[in-house]
């Protein structure tokens, strides 16, 4: 009887390691991936340029990671054209960035930081990526890394935005 104690204790000894180990992982919820393909839509004058403006996705995805903390991760890869909805000027695009979003409850900014090529409507009020503030509405593309910090404290707004690469203004490209 002896012999068996001492085999049932380390089994015992085992479970407890395997339950205590396989705690975190149950406890754990496992990330919600979401994959689609974008639709296309339509900034009036004002969102984005002075003038109305189509975007017209081609081909690709937009695929979006939600983990339990909250944070958000986000691939795209979408070309496409926009499009002047009065001189049917169309401007390609190749979107290929990476993001990861993130929000905080306590001061009500979402931050965005994104690398890759991506494009961003700036409206008044929000922080001008060029310095100062944006008095006219834009639609700049961006090939490098940006952070945008979004204050939803009152109307949402760029309170920040800071970026490294190289930045297109679409909408003079569209004109």
């Known amino acids: 009887m002896h012999r068996l104690a001492r085999p049932a204790g380390g089994a015992v000894i085992a479970l407890a390691l395997a339950l205590i180990g396989a705690a975190p992982a149950a406890a754990a919820t496992p990330p919600t991936r979401t994959v689609h393909f974008p639709t296309g ?4 004058p004002g969102q984005g340029c002075a003038f109305a403006v189509r975007g017209v996705p081609v081909t690709g995805f937009s695929a979006v990671t939600t983990f339990s903390d909250g944070l958000v991760m986000r691939s795209v890869r979408v070309k496409g054209y926009y499009e002047n909805l009065d001189t049917h000027t169309t401007y ?22 994104s ?24 639609l700049y593309r961006f090939a490098g890394t940006t952070v945008n910090v979004v204050d939803f404290n009152g109307v949402p707004r760029t309170a920040e935005f800071r970026w490294s690469g190289r930045i297109t203004d679409v909408c003079a490209a569209l004109s």
Do not use: H, K, R
């Not at 839509?41 to 009036?44: H, I, L, N, R």
């Open 41 to 44: 839509f339509v900034m009036d």
């Open 92 to 113: 390609w695009v190749n979107d290929t960035w990476t993001e990861t979003d993130v929000w905080d409850e306590t001061t009500q900014l979402y931050t965005i930081t």
């Open 115 to 138: 690398s890759g090529q991506v494009d961003v409507p700036f409206w008044p009020g929000d922080a001008n990526p060029l310095g100062g503030i944006v008095t006219d509405s834009a």
